[in-house]
């Protein structure tokens, strides 16, 4: 029991609804959402759109990050795609979403080829991409390599290149296009593409390069959030879980016990497909997710959650 005189002392603010109120709307951190217009069906949640937003994409000739070009694309985004692949003919996959960009959506995927460890021609790029489109908004970093190999026979070479692309190619990525925004003043939001390997060994999966890659990705991210969110730019992963993509049917091809292993191992029992993580780049990119940085993305069907 408290004594008579000590409540008698201490003076007791009640923070009613209208105080609390009161108190949000004069802090001087105050964030301002971005402002609906009339709430016609087409503005519903307008903080997911990205129209008008310019987003490298790199790895975005073909799979994955392909994938989530087209969904930036369809959020209103203009995307400019990274790989080291010859251009994508007119014929492609790249060519028949290049078209839908131009002809239905309204907006452009411009290509340009590039090894994301050639820092040189890296800053060239995007420093055009943002002289070009006057600015220069998002990022996602999806360039990267797989390579499956025990421990005691990988090469220093071969680590060497996993490593470069992985880790140093995803960071001067990020460093490209954030000193563009920098150099603009003006805000921005990073996705580098993580990997549940990043956070757990894969049980029957050899990849100890690639695993330590991943985790090396998701530390980065940490660290250039620290490092750029006194200018607003914010930077966050995704670690997607096993995808069913053409490199992963060349390995159920040679090891057909991973068909059925593989989708055991989560809670759902199945495998994930690449526009399974559309939603997230989209989210992420956006100002759905304004106060979201230096945060890990897991979308692995709760593999890691056993």
Known sequence: ?????????KSLRIMTPTVLARAFH?????????????????????????KDKVVVVSGGGRGVGLTQAEALLEAGAIVHALDRLPR???DSEFG????????????????????????????????GIADREGHVDGL??????????????????DSDKMLGVNITGVFMTAQAVARQ??????????????????????RGLI?????????????????????????????NTISPGYIVTAMTEGLFEAFPERRTAWPDANMLKRLSYPEEYRGAAVFLLSDASSFMTGADLRIDGGHCAW
């Open 140 to 157: 996602i970093a999806a360039a990267g390599i797989q390579q499956e190999t025990p421990a005691l026979e990988y090469t220093a070479e």
């Open 207 to 235: 990849c100890p390069a690639y695993n330590a890659s991943k985790a090396g990705v998701l530390q980065l991210a940490r660290n250039l959030a620290a490092e750029w969110g006194e200018h607003g730019i914010r930077v």
């Open 88 to 90: 994508p003919a007119e």
């Open 26 to 50: 004069q802090s001087p951190r105050r964030y301002s959402p971005p402002q609906a217009q009339t709430p016609a069906r087409s503005t519903l949640l307008a903080e997911f759109s990205l």
């Open 181 to 202: 925004m920098i150099k603009r003043k003006q805000k921005g939001s990073l996705v580098l593409i993580g990997s549940m390997s990043g956070t757990v060994a894969n």
């Open 1 to 9: 029991m408290v004594p008579r005189g000590l409540l008698a002392r």
């Open 96 to 127: 028949r979403v290049a078209l839908r960009a131009r002809s239905e959506l309204g907006s452009s995927l411009t290509y340009h080829r590039v090894d994301v460890r050639d820092q040189k021609t890296l800053n060239e790029i995007v420093e």
